[in-house]
Each structure stands twice: as C-alpha cells, then as structure tokens.
C-alpha cells in the first residue's frame, strides 16, 4: 500500500543523573569528592535512505524513544552515552511539528540526517562544586529531560517530470511506454491508485524521472476523487505534462477538460501554473482524433504555446515529446519551490520578545498554600539532587537568587505556609 502521509511521536533519552560520591583509597588522605558526571542521552534522527519509496513502514510502529543516560560513578567515572536511533525515510519526506506547525526540515539528499529530538544532557557530578570553603559537597545535578515530540511526515514524491490530466485520458499508458515502469492499466476510470515513477532515458543519454499521479476530476483541490490525495506530489515536479484525450467518442469537451484541471492546480497552489506546462494530445490514432484536435487548437488560440499530440499505442510522437521535454528541464532550476519551503521567507525580520522562562508567577492555592509557576524554576528543580542536605541549600540559595523567597512574601505567604512547585511541596521560611 502507498502511503505518504502519517504521524509519530519521537522522545529522546533523559541525560544522566551525576553522582555524589568520595575518594576512599588506601595511603591517600583526604581524597575529595569523586561522583562522575551523567551520560547524554540519545536523540531521534531521522535519515534518508534512497531504497525507499512510501511511508509504510509508519504504518506499523509510530512511536519512537531512545535510551536514556547512565548515571555518574565513583572514582569521577563518566556515565555512558546512549546511542542515537535513526529512522530512516524515502527522499522527498517533509517533516513538521504537529503541536507548533513549524516545518522542521525538507529531507531530499541520500544520507541526509535530520535531528527531531535532541537527548537529554548527563548532569554534573560532585566532582565539580569543590571549592575553598566546601571541600567535600554533597551537591550533584541530575540530568535534563530528553526532547519530546509529535511529528507529521508527508511524502512528496521526487519526480523531475508529472503527468497530470482527468482520469484514463493515457497517463499510465504513456508511462509504460518511456519507461520500464509496469503501471496497472485497464478500461475504466481510477485505475491508478497511488503515484508511479519512471526513469526515462533518452538516445543522447540524457534521462529524467517522470510521475504518473492518479487523475484529477472537478473539485479536486477540495477533497473530490483520488487525486486530491497526491495533489501535493505535483508540487515537486519541475514540469508539468498535461494530457488531454482527443477521442471524439468519449462525450467530452477537450478544452473543458483543460481548463477544468488548470482552475484545480490553480485551486491548490497557483505557483504551479507558473512552471512550464507541455499540453499532450493523446490517443492520436483513433479516427476522428486530428479534426477534435484541430477545434481544440482553434479554440484556445494563443491561450496556449504548442500541442504536443502523441499515441502511446503507435509510439507517434513520444521520442519528440520526450526530447522536448528534456530541453525544458535543461532551462530549469535542479528542484522546484515546494509549499513549505515557500513557506519560510529568506529575509527574517528579528522582533523584541521578553524571556518566557525569567516569567515567574505565584498562584495562592488555599489559606496556607501558594504555587510557584515558573519554567526557570520548574527547570532547576529538575535539575537538582535534594537527596543531600547540600543538595536542599543549593536549592534553597538559587531559589532566592530567582526571587521566588520575594515573591511569596509579597504575595502573602508566612512562615510554615505550604509552597508547591511542579509535584514538589516545603515548608516556606
């Protein structure tokens, strides 16, 4: 099954803790603190491997969370760091964050790596609060959380060359002609179900890859028939090959089909019709076909460039399409603007904003009982070892450095009133 559009949520590894531990060895006195530092933890990478096509390897596993950190040691033993996990995608995989929307990355090279969630890093051991006045601490930091988010992949086909066009106007047909491509090809509409890629390659050795995406019928862009699905597959295509079927018994109107696929592009991201679009007259070798051509020509006028008809059956005029194609991808740019990256403008324009962490809020629960609401503080807490007394005074001190002590006053607590932190709760002083 194809798929290419999915969602997964990624959690990196917790750094971690560091140790408070002491030099005890025979013949050295006073040998110091000695407590090792933690280990990072491991980060959610997402790489790009070439042998995939789909997303469907999602299909079955979606959520994702690598190790954790070893703790500190004895004798300054440094904890081990936990290995990185790598998921690999297909080429053309771009990744946005669910909860904030932001694209993260736009993933198209071989081997291209990508970090979605960054591991925790190792806290301090006692090792490091040494100092003149507190030569044995009892201090150790323990170990910063590991990222942790829910992201959406979405897959858009890497192809130089797209076939678009409503549905059984010879798409797939033309496919399987210029390539070795095997597409399903029957008498009845949506045949082709998901995107087809094939590699054409041309007597003068140039080459190109071409899609043939399921067809499109009115009311596309909002959601109508299959196409809507890969619409977005378009929008990596340099070129646009726009087939129209010249059959004078199929009871349609060539150049209404025309304009109705160009208002369904337009619908979905009018930049597409800004890139090069090569009108193909198909099935040219049915009777009657070159007199709905010649009105089809006569009706646009000069609405479009050159037409292009072919027959996939008899191979009339593939190999002039083709070339011809080939000609307008060696004018182009080696890869085509997509709606995300548009997304994100080149010039960033830098505003003041105040510092969401130093906001520090503090929130009466009861008579007794007040809340500290502050991502500086919640973050320190984290950080602290309060196993050791040393532990609770270096707390204890940073916590009036942040002007939680302050605060509380002013908000009215009292000595042996109950503040809460996160699910930590003291006794206020």
């Known amino acids: 099954m194809f798929v290419d559009n999915v969602t997964i949520t990624v959690k990196a590894g917790n750094g971690g803790d560091g140790a408070v531990a002491f030099r005890h060895e025979k013949y050295v006195p006073k040998g110091g603190p000695a407590g090792g530092d933690g280990g990072n933890g491991g980060s959610v990478i997402l790489k790009v491997d070439s042998g995939l096509r789909t997303l469907t390897d999602f299909r079955y596993r979606r959520h994702f969370k690598a190790a954790a950190g070893g703790a500190g040691m004895i004798k300054a033993m440094h904890g081990a760091n936990a290995k990185d996990i790598y998921i690999t995608v297909p080429p053309g995989t771009i990744v946005t964050d669910l909860d904030s929307g932001q694209v993260l990355g736009d993933l198209t090279q071989n081997e291209q790596e990508l970090v979605v969630a960054q591991g925790g890093h190792g806290g301090r051991g006692n090792i490091h609060f040494?100092?003149?006045?507190?030569?044995?601490?009892?201090?150790?930091e323990n170990g910063t959380a590991g990222e942790q988010r829910a992201l959406k992949l979405e897959l858009q086909v890497l192809a130089d060359v797209g076939l678009v066009g409503l549905p059984s106007v010879g798409k797939s047909t033309l496919l399987s002609t210029v390539t070795a491509a095997k597409p399903k090809i029957a008498a009845y509409h949506f045949t082709t179900l998901s995107p087809n890629l094939g590699m054409v390659q041309l007597d003068d050795g140039r080459d190109f890859v071409l899609a043939d995406l399921p067809g499109l019928i009115a009311g596309a862009s909002q959601g109508s028939g299959l196409g809507f699905q890969f619409l977005r597959h378009i929008e990596r295509t340099r070129v646009i090959l726009h087939l129209i079927e010249m059959d004078p018994n199929n009871g349609r109107d060539p150049v209404a089909d025309y304009r109705q696929i160009c208002q369904e592009l337009n619908n979905y991201d009018s930049k597409i019709l800004q890139r090069p679009q090569i009108i193909v007259a198909t099935k040219m070798d049915l009777t009657g076909a070159q007199q709905c051509l010649a009105n089809f020509k006569q009706e646009l006028g000069s609405e479009v460039a050159e037409i292009y008809p072919i027959s996939s059956v008899t191979h009339q005029g593939v190999q002039d399409l083709m070339r011809h194609t080939a000609d307008v991808l060696a004018k182009l740019p080696s890869k085509a603007p997509t709606k995300a990256a548009t997304q994100e403008s080149d010039e960033k324009i830098y505003h003041f904003a105040p510092d969401d962490k130093k906001e520090l809020k503090v929130q009466r629960l009861d008579e007794h009982t007040y809340q500290v609401l502050s991502p500086r503080v919640s973050e320190l807490l984290q950080r602290s070892n309060l196993d050791y007394q040393d532990g609770i005074m270096r707390f204890a001190r940073k916590l009036q450095r942040l002007g939680v002590d302050d605060a509380l006053i002013q908000a009215g607590a009292q000595?042996?009133?109950?503040?809460?932190?996160?699910?930590?709760?003291?006794?206020?002083?």
């Open 415 to 429: 000595t042996g009133d109950t503040v809460v932190i996160d699910d930590f709760e003291f006794e206020f002083m």
């Open 130 to 140: 040494a100092n003149s006045r507190n030569t044995a601490p009892e201090v150790a």
